[in-house]
């Protein structure tokens, strides 16, 4: 539990401690237009925690293959009550319309099973935009295993970054 709480945590040490660095220290561009954040497994579950707690400083949103812990869930012996609910989990009115939020999953996934659909689901029904899909991963053949995996994550990080970068 010790490592859940670490990452449950990070949202702190992001915001109140590595990006005021950043930007004091290097030239950004910053604001919420120019502000990403993504990641995979339970990377991605924190991007999603992250990028949805903080609407007013992220734009663009990525969760690769998102682990369990954005709702309620009990999976290898661990329940956690969740950061959201399958109603609460929208943007604010004014984000709606300038959110990026993307969400790729493989079909074959055995270690975060359907959390990526189950959050996508909750997505569409708050009518968030957004984009969720599933990918085989690996090369322009999907010729990827579809697992919790490099080819899945890069997949989704390629389609991500595509879609910031116009």
Known sequence: MQHYAAYN???NDLTQCLMPYINENYSTLTGRENT????????????????FMRQEQFGYIGGFCPAFGIFKYTNYGVTEE??????????????????LVL????PKDDIVKTE???YANALQKNKVPHF???????????????G??????????YNFLKRIFK
């Open 9 to 11: 945590n990070f949202i």
């Open 82 to 99: 969740g950061f959201f609910t399958e109603d609460t989990f929208t943007l604010k009115p004014e984000f709606m319309d300038n959110t």
């Open 36 to 51: 990403a954040i993504c990641g995979f497994s339970m990377g991605g579950r924190v991007s999603l925690q992250i990028g």
């Open 148 to 157: 919790h995996e490099p080819a899945v994550y890069q997949h989704g990080l």
């Open 116 to 118: 990526p659909k189950r």
């Open 132 to 146: 969720y899909y599933e990918t085989m991963g690996g090369d322009s053949k999907n010729k990827g295993g579809g």
């Open 103 to 106: 969400i790729a999953a493989g």
